[in-house]
């Protein structure tokens, strides 16, 4: 019950991350699994998204996850989908509080948006705006990568 409440709540980001996923497997045959309330998409090899697109991507439940890499990347990707369940939850519970219409059509862009100000804030406190936000620090944490210094200088191939 809780993951499908979840699933609903995050119905918007949902979508989105499903067209974003949909579009860039035009013109191949991708593999798509659900797993553990997750949508994966892995595209083919010699796909578009493949050749252009060098990351394994959590959009919400919808995960794109590139050919080249393994279960320890798709398990990072896990953590940015339990972060983004988090930040549907937070949004709706704002919406519910500011009862704002103008909130509610926002809520697909609220896990990106967040995700931008904690890079803005990672730059801005002289990070490395990926490897230093403090999403990406903490899938790292808690993948049991190991995460360098506080300015996230670690090179990775995750996203």
Same mark, same amino acid.
């Given at each position: 019950m809780r993951r499908f409440v979840l699933f609903v709540l995050c119905l918007p980001a949902n979508a989105l991350g499903l067209a974003i996923a949909a579009i860039g497997s035009l013109g191949s045959r991708p593999q798509w699994v659900r797993r553990e309330g997750v949508l994966i998409m892995r595209p083919c090899s010699g796909s578009f998204i493949a050749r252009h697109w060098r990351y394994s991507t959590a959009l919400c439940h919808v995960i794109v996850w590139h050919p080249d890499h393994d279960e320890a990347v798709l398990e990072h990707e896990r953590i940015h989908v339990l972060q983004a369940e988090a930040c549907c939850l937070g949004w709706w519970l *704002?919406?519910?509080?500011a009862w704002s219409s103008t909130l509610l059509l *926002?809520?697909?862009f609220a896990w990106l948006a967040i995700y931008g100000a904690s890079c803005a804030a990672a730059w801005l406190g002289g990070a490395e705006a990926y490897r230093g936000n403090v999403f990406e620090r903490h899938a790292r944490a808690e993948t049991a990568e190991p995460v360098d210094d506080q300015r996230?200088?670690?090179d990775c191939r995750y996203s």
């Open positions: *704002l919406t519910l509080v *926002l809520s697909p996230g200088a670690r």
